[in-house]
Structure formats: C-alpha cells, structure tokens
C-alpha cells in the first residue's frame, strides 16, 4: 500500500473539502490513488446528503456571486449559503455558485421553488392547460391528469430548483446541489437570486 502523506491529505482535502481525517481513510480505502479517493467520498456523501440537506443545520456563511453579460444588458445576483466559511472558501463551492448565477441568466427562473408560485399564477396556469386539454376534446377525468402532468412542466420552466441545470440537462438544479452538498459534507442552500434584464419591468427573482 502506498504511503499516505500529510501533502496526500492536503491535496484531497482541497480537491473536495472533505475534513482531514475522512481523507485519510479514502486514501487508505484506495490504496492513495486521488481519484478514486476523491470518487469513494463523493459516493459516501451522496448517502448523506439528503439528511444533511433541510435538517435545521444553520447556513450563515456562504457567498453573493454576480454575473453581468458582455453588453451589460442582463445581470444577476444569487446568495448560496453554507454551514462554515472553510467550505465557502472551497473550489467545488465557489464553482457551483458562479454556475448557479450563469444559470440564471440563461434560464431566467421565476421562482426559487415550487412552493413561492403565488396561488393565484398556479390558478390561472391550471385553468389555461385544462381549457386547453377540454378543447383538445378530451373527457373530464382524463383532461385533469393531462393538467396534472403539463403543470410538472410548467414548475420545470419557471422554478429555479426543477430546472434542467444549465451544463448537464440530465440533472436537475436540485439534483447537481445534492451533489455539492456530498462532495463538501455539508449543508448548502441557494437562498434567494435577483435576475434583471434591460428594457423588462421590474426583475425576476426569489427571496426568502
């Protein structure tokens, strides 16, 4: 077995902002290869990332990331906050956010999820799509699990966590956070991002 060096820690610790001692034993799991090391911890963290992610932990640290286009005629502003400044100092984290914020300026959600969508938009939306399904000549019954099915959709255009993320559309914004909770083993949480385009009223957006 490879000799597991203190830079060795270092190295994997940076690479993914796992603590020390978990590193270590990564290191020994694979016999010191980084990669495979760094791979056995994401899969380790991806079990634990759903009981970290909404479990009371408090997220006071973090960073406020902005983006403006070339033409300076679109820009954004997203929080995404984090239990410790250690992980908000990490390349994984760092990259997400500014991902995040390219990601809004290139799907321009409305809302940050689904339970934001003011009831009386879902209202309207759902009335629109079951006229539509009704004039599409479809029987009552039916037409409502069409609507169930369309209203899916439409939360996947406008909410910001239901997306299809930006450089991978086989996941979802949710599903890459649960991977950047697992890769720093902690919690992490978009907290709220402001999108203003030139010549629209007013700014989409989402706060808490």
């Known amino acids: 077995m490879a000799e597991i060096t203190a830079q060795m820690v270092k190295d994997l610790r940076e690479m993914t902002g796992v603590g020390p001692l978990d590193c270590k034993k990564a290191l020994e799991q694979t016999g010191g290869d980084m990669q495979k090391a760094a791979d056995f911890l994401r899969e380790k963290g991806l079990a634990k990332a759903a009981k970290k992610l909404g479990a009371g932990r408090t997220m006071n640290e973090g960073l406020i990331e ?13 929080e995404v906050n984090c239990e410790t400044d250690f992980v908000a100092a990490t390349p994984a984290f760092q990259t997400f956010v500014k991902d995040v914020a390219l990601h809004v300026a290139n799907l321009a959600p409305q809302y940050l999820r689904r339970e934001d969508v003011p009831a009386a938009v879902l209202d309207d939306e759902r009335q629109i799509q079951l006229r539509r399904a009704m004039d599409e000549g479809k029987p009552a019954n039916i037409a409502e699990k069409i609507v169930d099915g369309r209203m899916n959709k439409y939360f996947e255009e406008i909410v910001l966590m239901e997306q299809k993320w930006l450089k991978d559309d086989e996941k979802t914004v949710e599903d890459v956070l649960k991977d950047v909770v697992a890769a720093v083993g902690e919690s992490i949480q978009i907290s709220r991002f402001a999108r203003f385009a030139l010549g629209e009223a007013g700014g989409s957006g989402s706060e808490e």
């Open 66 to 78: 902005t983006y403006v286009h070339f033409n300076k005629r679109l820009g954004v502003m997203v």
